[in-house]
């Protein structure tokens, strides 16, 4: 992809060893998933106290199942803003690459901080839950359905992702 965008040439190689078509989704994507880190990595270094740029970093990885680089990021996003929002994310990583005990720390930390806010929007309520729920925390996460989501919709998907955190884990993260 970088030849491409510097000459003018596509970069055949990787593409004449495809055998599928998604193989060669694959290798489109990992060709702009690294278009984009080298973006990326521009930002970090002219912002390097943004979090953000260290998260969709991560994201990035994420995308490409490369959960090890994924999880290195998203602690750098949070040693940049503690956010609980990064702290789930960081459990979900843990959890997608066996590491369970370590996960539920996490989610436990992630929960204790929605908690501590002051007030929390429709999205941290949703987010709380799911952590309050992978963290085994099922009867609290239950309570926090009825107490904080309004929308009979939604608190009605919630309970039901209850029922199996783990597939809606799954469903989340490739």
């Given at each position: ?8 040439m596509p ?66 996003a949070l ?96």
């Open positions: 992809m970088q030849r491409f965008l510097h000459e003018g970069d055949t190689t990787a593409w004449a060893q495809a055998e599928t078509f998604s193989d060669s989704v694959r290798i489109l994507f990992r060709d702009v998933v690294n278009s984009c880190q080298t973006l990326l990595d521009s930002a970090v270094m002219y912002s390097p106290q943004s979090h953000l740029y260290y998260a969709r970093k991560a994201t990035l990885y994420l995308y490409c199942l490369d959960y090890g680089n994924a999880l290195v990021w998203m602690k750098k040693e940049k803003k503690d956010l609980p929002s990064l702290r789930l994310s960081i459990g979900m990583l843990l959890q997608k690459t066996g590491d369970e005990p370590q996960a539920r720390t996490w989610y436990r930390q992630a929960a204790d901080r929605y908690r501590a806010l002051d007030t929390l929007s429709q999205a941290d309520g949703m987010n709380y839950v799911l952590a309050l729920a992978l963290a085994g925390e099922k009867e609290h996460a239950y309570k926090a359905i009825d107490s904080l989501i309004k929308d009979t919709l939604v608190r009605g998907q919630l309970r039901r992702t209850l029922d199996d955190p783990q597939e809606a884990l799954d469903a989340f993260l490739p």
